[in-house]
């Protein structure tokens, strides 16, 4: 049972990155999928969430209407795509499984991927 994110790197300001975080071990299709991040000195943020089928979505107001989160049910992945970066975007990114279920706390953190925005 994982979850492990790639796609993490070094990126200019402006520019664009596609995180992935793909699931082993459980019915993917059963999650709601969260990625935060976490910077040095900051508490752990949210970013942006998507329900278990892909009908809902919610993001961060620091990210809206520069990240677009989705997943792929078929291939058990849930992406993060991250337009106009800036610096202050620079942390580690992690994805985040829930239940669905309400009462059901099964969840699990991948291991997070390093995102820096530097010129």
């Known amino acids: ?8 790197g070094l990126v200019q300001p402006g520019g664009s990155l596609r995180l ?7 019915i993917f299709s059963d999650y709601d999928m969260t ?4 910077s040095k ?7 942006a ?5 892909g009908s809902s979505t919610k993001y961060s107001d620091s990210v809206k209407g520069r990240f677009t989160i989705s997943r ?10 991250m337009n106009d970066l800036q610096t202050e975007d620079t942390a580690v990114y992690l994805c985040y499984a829930r239940h669905r279920e309400v009462g059901n706390t099964e969840d699990l953190w991948g291991q997070g991927t390093q995102v820096t925005v530097s010129s």
């Not at 992935?20 to 459980?26: L, T, V």
């Not at 990625?35 to 976490?38: E, I, L, P």
């Not at 969430?49 to 089928?53: A, E, K, L, Q, V």
């Not at 049910?73 to 795509?81: E, F, G, R, S």
Request: glycine residues 14%; charged residues 20%; contains cysteine.
């Open 72 to 81: 792929d049910n078929a291939k058990n992945t849930v992406y993060l795509l």
């Open 41 to 47: 000195g900051k508490e752990r943020e949210l970013v």
């Open 1 to 8: 049972v994982q979850l492990v994110e790639s796609g993490g």
């Open 20 to 26: 992935s975080c793909g699931a082993s071990g459980f």
């Open 35 to 38: 990625w935060y991040r976490q």
């Open 49 to 53: 969430g998507i329900n278990s089928d």
